[in-house]
């Protein structure tokens, strides 16, 4: 059987949990996860986790902060003036917004606090600080 290989396509179900055991995301309902290996699509533990599998082969795989999204950065979590919000804009907390970058970049940001003055907007992914686990399943593999 050929095994996953750097820049093979690959087709893999998974279903990540964090450590106290909540599910965050799973495909099995909606259809494989396709994704070159190597390239940067997935976090680096998941990457990594896939090399050497064969087609009909599951696992279970921890992946740790760093290589899944990192330690949380305080440097992401903005306070931006109350009056830089459009007024159409009813943020509520947990919102998820798209802002512009300094560098006019696109940054997604979850709104964590409001008050009468500013919204504490944080753009760390919603994973960072995490360990995660996720049990795959490898569907498909194909050479580029």
Not at 5 to 12: A, E, P, Q, R, T
Not at 65 to 90: F, H, S, T, W
Not at 98 to 116: D, F, L, P, Q
């Amino acid at each position: 059987m050929t095994q996953v290989m750097k820049g093979d396509n690959v087709k893999v179900h998974y279903t990540g949990k964090l450590d106290d055991g909540t599910v965050f995301d799973s495909s099995v309902d909606r259809g494989p996860l396709s994704f070159a290996v190597g390239s940067g699509q997935v976090i680096a533990g998941f990457d990594e986790a896939v090399m050497g599998m064969e087609v009909g082969e599951s696992k279970v795989v921890h992946i740790p902060v760093d290589k899944a999204y990192g330690v949380r950065n305080e440097e992401l979590i903005m306070q931006v003036p109350i009056e830089q919000v459009p007024e159409d804009l009813n943020p509520e907390i947990g919102m998820r917004l798209e802002m512009g970058g300094v560098n006019g970049e696109i940054m997604r940001v979850v709104v964590t606090a409001i008050s009468a003055t500013h919204l504490t907007l944080d753009a760390n992914p919603p994973l960072a600080g995490k360990d995660l686990t996720f049990t795959l399943e490898l569907v498909e593999v194909a050479s580029p």
